[in-house]
C-alpha cells in the first residue's frame, strides 16, 4: 500500500523565518511528487515534482525531490502570516490517477 | 471558467439519512476524483470516474457509498443511511488528462 509521511505535523514560527517542510514516500510505480496549500476550504496546487534534483522555485516557495531516498522537501523563505495553512504532500503512480496523501503539515507563522 | 463547483458547501443530515454531494467539474474536464477528509487528517481517496464509467473505486466504502457521473449534469456522491462516523469534507477534483487536478471547495458533511 501507497504511504507518504509528512513532518513535522505542526509548525510555529515568526514571521520572517525560514521553514523547512519534509515529506517521505513509499509507492508502487511512483509517477510524480506534488505539494498543495489547504487554507480551511480546497487544496491548491503548489508543484508537482517528477524529476530528482531539480528544484523547483515560485517566490518565496521551492521544492526539490530526491528519488533515491525517497523524499521531497518544501522549503518557504521570509515566511508571512498568510502563509499559515496545511500543507499537503501527495505521490501519484504511473498507473491510474489516485493521489495518496500525507496528513499535512499545519505551519503557524505569528507576526 | 468557474472551476471545480461543489454544492452544498454545509450538509447537516441525521444518522440513517441520505447525503448526497454533487460535483460540477470544470468546463471541458472528463475526469472526476473524490476524497474525503477526516477531522485533523489528509485526504483519503475514494472514486475516480469518468463520464458515465467508474474507473476506480479502490478507496469506496463497500457499503452504502454510491457515485456516479452521468452524461450530461455533475457527478453524485450518495452516501445512504447516513452514520455519525461519515462526518468529513468531501472534496472533487477534476481534470482535462489524468494528471494536473483542480480540486473544489469541498462539502462539510456533519451527521448529527
Known amino acids: 500500500e501507497d504511504k507518504v509521511v509528512q513532518s513535522p505535523l505542526s509548525l510555529v514560527v515568526h514571521e520572517g523565518d525560514t521553514v523547512t517542510l519534509n515529506c517521505s514516500y513509499e509507492v508502487t510505480n511512483f509517477r510524480s511528487l506534488l505539494w498543495y496549500k489547504q487554507e480551511k476550504k480546497a487544496p491548491t496546487f503548489l508543484f508537482m515534482l517528477t524529476s530528482s534534483g531539480i528544484e523547483k522555485k515560485s517566490g518565496r516557495l521551492s521544492s526539490i525531490l530526491d528519488k533515491k531516498e525517497l523524499f521531497s522537501i518544501l522549503n518557504i523563505t521570509a515566511t508571512q502570516t498568510g502563509d499559515s495553512a496545511v500543507y499537503l504532500c501527495a505521490v501519484e503512480r504511473t498507473s491510474g490517477s489516485r493521489l495518496t496523501f500525507g496528513e499535512g503539515t499545519q505551519l503557524t507563522v505569528n507576526p | 471558467n468557474a472551476g471545480v463547483m461543489q454544492n452544498p458547501r454545509h450538509l447537516v443530515r441525521r444518522r440513517g439519512q441520505e447525503a448526497r454531494l454533487r460535483c460540477s467539474p470544470m468546463k471541458g474536464h472528463s475526469h472526476v476524483y473524490w476524497y474525503r477528509q477526516l477531522p485533523e487528517e489528509g485526504l483519503k481517496f475514494m472514486v475516480y470516474?469518468?463520464?458515465?464509467?467508474?474507473?476506480?473505486e479502490s478507496g469506496m466504502p463497500k457499503e452504502r457509498f454510491s457515485a456516479e457521473f452521468p452524461k450530461e449534469g455533475p457527478s453524485i456522491l450518495r452516501i445512504q443511511q447516513v452514520v455519525r462516523g461519515d462526518s468529513a469534507a468531501y472534496f472533487c477534483?477534476?481534470?482535462?488528462?489524468?494528471?494536473?487536478?483542480?480540486f473544489g471547495s469541498g462539502t462539510r458533511l456533519t451527521v448529527v
Open positions: 470516474l469518468q463520464k458515465e464509467n467508474i474507473i476506480d
Open positions: 477534483a477534476s481534470s482535462l488528462h489524468p494528471e494536473g487536478y483542480t
